[in-house]
């Protein structure tokens, strides 16, 4: 099988972002994942890079010392750090089953809660202490000082899924905008406006070099509310946070899952909100060839290979397209290539490798 | 407008306060119960299921109708069962093992509802037995949903299940969910794919009219 690691690997932060931007041809092909679900890193680390793993409650700087041991050794120019919990939030509900992917051993899988989140009426929402909510940033604090030379941290932020998935759950949400607008309007607000604290916080530290804001507007077939809804309530927002990172110039990137393609939603996140990248291809819905084709020169593609080809192609297969995703969306630049979600625990760990190897042979 | 245009539009606009009312007034005016269910409650729900599907309707959208449906039929349903009228089949949904994701099955269980299935929702993270006793039971379709290429392959072995038993040929199987194509539908042996909400009620009521 293929070794991914690396022995001594030279990062280039600075590079990636110019390649992303547009403002460098490359001569390389970047790599670009959202995060790695823990069980991938583990494997990674414990048999490629010949580590013990340490989790997290052993040890809080050791954990994070090993991932970006793991995403140096990989030949990443960045880490994308763990994403912070909201402290003093009032739990929301979850769905735990056993986890069925391949590399889970036996572990649970947690679900979003579609219901109801924490929030179903005003008295709900009053009952809430906001003041004393505010987010976690010790991932970065501990990851930090282990950051490498030529390496930086990507900052993972989300807000409208926070919203439907804890604050009001998706069904509460779609009855709350015809039943209680109000409510749904002030939320909106509230969480914003936390966000933008939380935003100007990690944007001000050093070793964080851009964002990757994860917020899934859309599902197979469209968007979860309608497209109004989301200009009215959530781009805002997401102009906001933009904003606020281009001050302290750092790219702010995108991810969503769904289908955010019917209408002019995907032109307001490029024109609008001034996204610089945009992560989930879903074969289904776009391809990342079909998005370079139509959006390519505007935004740069992250990631980009499909999960469902990843888990179910032969290898002849899924190498011919990995290898034909990264000579079309490497014309012109703007593109990093990884998978198409987050480095999920179920995909074959050597199919995730194959793109890595694919990367690297790739001549301009 | 007539009463019957105006239950549809209150259906459509999803206004669960004031169908009840409305569908009182359409059986006082003597309008047959089986009239109103479909010409009104059900057009209204396949509008809606259309809307969705050219991407002018959304969850939220198809949330309230549906619930103004159920409004309507809290009235309704008495006058129904005098006159004998019955579901036009029995629809058993559920999520396969291991996946616990339901806003698209409950997205169908509204449009199949809304076409006049009686729906059996088995739930979430539903094991192939549960399905298989379903068939036993009498459901004339069975209905999976799957978020994850990890767990859709859950469907194979819950077709499996059912072969096994003796029973593939006492019901029709039909698949959705986010990974799920036509080709993995073909692959695994399931009668039939839709992509939406609005595309499953359609197959269920086009395989029970084939049937």
Not at chain 1, 76 to 82: E, F, H, L, N, R
Not at chain 2, 175 to 194: C, L, M, W
Request: aromatic share 8%; hydrophobic share 45%; with cysteine.
């Amino acid at each position: 099988m293929f070794n991914p690691i690396l022995e001594n690997p030279t990062p280039d932060f600075d590079q990636l972002m110019r390649i992303l931007k547009g403002e460098e041809m490359p001569r390389r092909v970047p790599l670009v994942d959202l995060r790695h679900h823990p069980d991938v890193m583990k494997i990674i680390v414990q048999d490629h890079m010949g580590q013990q793993w340490v989790e997290l409650c052993e040890s809080p700087d050791l954990y994070h010392k090993q991932i970006v041991q793991m995403y140096y050794h990989l030949g990443y120019d960045y880490v994308a750090s763990a994403k912070g919990v909201w402290l003093n939030l009032p739990k929301p509900k979850e769905r735990v089953t056993a986890d069925t992917a391949a590399l889970s051993k036996g572990k649970n899988r947690v679900w979003t809660e579609e219901g109801i989140g924490i929030i179903a009426t005003w008295e709900d929402f009053e009952k809430i202490p906001w003041d004393q909510i505010t987010a976690d940033i010790t991932p970065y604090e501990y990851t930090a000082p282990h950051v490498l030379p030529g390496m930086k941290i990507i900052a993972r932020t989300r807000y409208f899924a926070d919203i439907f998935e804890k604050l009001l759950g998706l069904e509460g949400l779609s009855y709350m905008l015809y039943d209680d607008p109000e409510l749904v309007e002030t939320v909106f607000q509230v969480w914003g406006e936390k966000m933008v604290d939380h935003m100007e916080t990690i944007m001000d530290m050093d070793a964080i070099g851009a964002v990757f804001h994860g917020d899934d507007m859309g599902h197979k077939t469209g968007t979860l509310i309608s497209p109004d809804d989301l200009k009215r309530l959530v781009i805002p927002w997401l102009k906001r946070f933009a904003e606020i990172a281009h001050a302290h110039g750092k790219p702010f990137f995108l991810h969503s899952d769904g289908n955010l393609y019917k209408g002019d939603l995907m032109d307001v996140l490029i024109d609008e909100v001034k996204i610089d990248g945009f992560h989930s291809f879903q074969d289904i819905i776009m391809s990342a060839v079909g998005f370079k084709a139509r959006f390519g020169t505007r935004v740069a593609i992250l990631g980009g290979i499909d999960i469902d080809n990843l888990v179910r192609m032969k290898p002849d297969d899924l190498r011919a397209y990995i290898r034909n995703t990264i000579e079309v969306c490497m014309q012109g630049g703007r593109f990093g290539v990884g998978c198409g979600n987050i480095v999920t625990n179920y995909i074959p760990i050597e199919n995730y490798f194959m793109i890595i190897d694919e990367a690297r042979r790739w001549q301009p | 407008m007539s009463t019957l245009q105006e239950v549809r539009t209150l259906v459509i606009g999803g206004k669960a306060k004031e169908i009840g009312p409305k569908v009182q007034q359409a059986l006082d005016e003597g309008n047959p119960p089986f009239t109103i269910l479909n010409n009104a409650l059900i057009d209204g729900m396949r509008e809606i299921g259309y809307r969705f599907e050219q991407g002018d309707a959304f969850v939220p959208e198809m949330m309230i109708a549906a619930r103004a449906m159920r409004q309507a039929l809290e009235v309704l349903r008495p006058h129904l069962a005098k006159q004998g009228v019955k579901p036009i089949a029995k629809l058993v949904i559920g999520t396969v093992e291991g996946d616990m994701h339901d806003i698209g099955k409950s997205l169908v269980i509204m449009m199949c509802e809304g076409e006049g299935f009686e729906v059996v929702d088995l739930g979430i993270d539903v094991p192939p037995e549960d399905f298989v006793e379903a068939v036993r039971d009498g459901a004339q379709i069975i209905a999976m949903s799957a978020l994850l290429t990890s767990t859709m392959m859950g469907m194979k072995t819950v077709i499996k299940a059912i072969s096994q038993a003796g029973l593939r040929n006492r019901v029709k199987v039909i698949v959705g969910g986010a990974p799920v194509t036509q080709e993995f539908a073909d692959e695994i042996g399931a009668d039939g794919y839709a992509e939406d909400a609005s595309g499953a009620a359609r197959l269920a009521r086009q395989l029970i009219d084939m049937a």
